[in-house]
């Protein structure tokens, strides 16, 4: 039996200083780490939820695509605010990027790392048989 399980990296420093990858691939499960709405190359976070979210969606994009998957994949989505009065705002963006995979979802309200966090968002993806 061959080992399935590798690991995929945003290039966040979080994830060298805590121990944790972005992404999880094992087999043709892909496990998205909760990701923030950082953009990692410059280490720059907008102070809006929406341009949180957008940001939090692309990061989660591209480890999906390195996996080999997609935001259309996702069988499973946790969203975790600080304000949960801030979830209506992102609803919009939340079903472009997965209006047509409905996953599975859970909206929670918990502190995060940073005050300036406003959304954390956790996926659970399968690749489809090719």
């Known amino acids: ?25 094992d087999g043709d499960w892909i496990f998205v780490s909760g990701t923030t709405g950082y953009y990692y190359v410059t280490m720059e ?40 009065s801030d979830f209506e705002a992102c609803w919009p963006v939340l079903h472009e990027a997965f209006g047509a995979a409905r996953p599975a979802a859970t909206m929670i309200q918990a502190g995060l790392l940073d005050p300036a966090m406003k959304i954390e968002i956790e996926v659970t993806a399968r690749r489809a048989a090719a």
């Open 45 to 84: 976070m907008p102070q809006d939820v929406v341009a949180q979210c957008r940001n939090t969606l692309d990061t989660i994009a591209g480890a999906l695509d390195e996996a080999g998957a997609s935001l259309s994949d996702v069988v499973r989505v946790r969203y975790i605010l600080p304000d949960a």
């Open 1 to 25: 039996m061959t080992d399935q399980r590798r690991r995929i990296s945003s290039g966040s420093p979080f994830e060298a200083q805590i121990g944790y990858a972005r992404a999880v691939v």
